[in-house]
């Protein structure tokens, strides 16, 4: 009798449910170990995951803890590492649509406006490049054009040539020159094309009308006889500089005046430029008649 009563007890014990373990975390050796061990089967499965590591169990068909009859089979599901995605290629999208697309792929996006010659609002490049396999979250960093850069034109009237195209090459711009007629010295800047402070794009040129020197003449007045300042006012007048050299003479009456010039009166010269006067200066003395 008592050896039926144990028989009955070991077939009973045999057929008891089992506590299912704890295997999450476990690497996938360890935790089918664990599972055998209790006389359950363990079948095995692939997936991703963001928080364990591959090769450790992320997730279990029955709970740990939870009872199950022996030999019935827990499925464990074991990390393959972090989920990765295939980089879209976004080149020549708009900002929004480049965006959308990275998200999609499950992409973090990092925008940079940058100076092209694009359209602005579209994507001129993007790191790392399309086709890359990349882990879920990785920041793509994308440039999106913000159009050609703009300058504006610095003001170089008045300058010599070379001083101006220099100063426009600095700023990023080209220069060109156009010869014209003007009184102002050879080579000077006499105007320019676009105006100063217009802002236009990078590379843009700018046309500098260049003074080949005056070629124009004027008479020469005859200032001849007249005090210093009526000579320079007259000529001043007439578009000339004057240069004012002082001449020893023995009349008194001569004292500051004109009594000779370079050029001569009547003569053509050109606009703008020199004619000296020679004034007279005084300086000998007079005996008093008794």
């Known amino acids: 009798a008592w050896f039926a009563y144990g028989k009955i007890r070991d077939e009973l014990n045999a057929n008891k449910p089992v506590a299912v373990p704890y295997v999450l975390g476990l690497k996938q050796a360890q935790a089918v170990k664990k599972i055998t061990d209790k006389d359950l089967k363990a079948k095995i499965i692939r997936g991703f995951s963001q928080i364990y590591p591959s090769g450790t169990v992320m997730n279990q068909s029955i709970a740990g803890g939870e009872k199950t009859d ?3 089979t827990v499925l464990l599901t074991v990390s393959s590492g972090k989920p990765k995605t295939t980089v879209p290629d976004v080149r020549g999208k708009a900002e929004s649509d480049a965006v959308a697309a990275l998200t999609s792929a499950h992409l973090k996006v990092s925008v940079f406006h940058v100076y092209s010659s694009e359209s602005p609002d579209t994507v001129t490049g993007q790191n790392p490049p399309a086709g890359s396999r990349v882990f879920w979250n990785t920041k793509v960093r994308i440039n999106v054009s913000q159009g050609v850069r703009q300058i504006e034109i610095p003001n170089v009237v008045g300058q010599p040539y070379a001083s101006a195209r220099s100063t426009l090459l600095g700023a990023g711009l080209n220069a060109t020159e156009t010869l014209v007629d003007s009184n102002q010295p050879a080579d000077t800047v006499v105007s320019q094309s676009p105006t100063a402070g217009t802002r236009v794009g990078s590379g843009t040129t700018v046309t500098l009308s260049v003074s080949r020197g005056s070629t124009a003449t004027t008479p020469v007045p005859d200032v001849s006889n007249q005090d210093e300042p009526t000579a320079k006012a007259i000529l001043t007048g007439s578009g000339f500089k004057v240069k004012v050299v002082k001449q020893p003479v023995t009349d008194p009456g001569e ?22 006067i020679f004034v007279g200066d005084y300086t000998g003395t007079t005996t008093a008649v008794p």
Not at 255 to 276: E, L, R, Y
């Open 255 to 276: 004292q500051g005046i004109v009594v000779n010039q370079q050029p001569v009166g009547g003569t053509d010269a050109a606009a703008g430029s020199t004619v000296t």
């Open 70 to 72: 022996k030999g019935n």
